[in-house]
């Protein structure tokens, strides 16, 4: 009888691992994801600075060229 108390024992606590394992491969997952977004976010304010920059640049050069 104690072995099979031994064996419900080590079978629910493989189960509690499986399950806690599942739990942080998710937590992995999702932040994984959540780094994609922000770098996709990051990446698009960069762009639109430089685009800004850009548009800076045209700015100064119409100037320059109406000054003169």
Do not use: P
């Not at 959540?34 to 304010?45: L, M, R, V, W």
């Amino acid at each position: 009888m104690d072995c099979d108390r031994l064996n419900g024992f080590i079978i629910w606590t493989l189960a509690l691992l499986v399950i806690a394992d599942g739990l942080v491969l998710y937590a992995e997952i999702r932040r994984q994801r959540c780094d994609k977004i922000a770098e996709k976010e990051s990446n698009t304010e960069i762009q639109e600075m430089k685009d800004a920059i850009e548009e800076l640049k045209n700015e100064i050069k119409n100037l320059k060229s109406i000054q003169e």
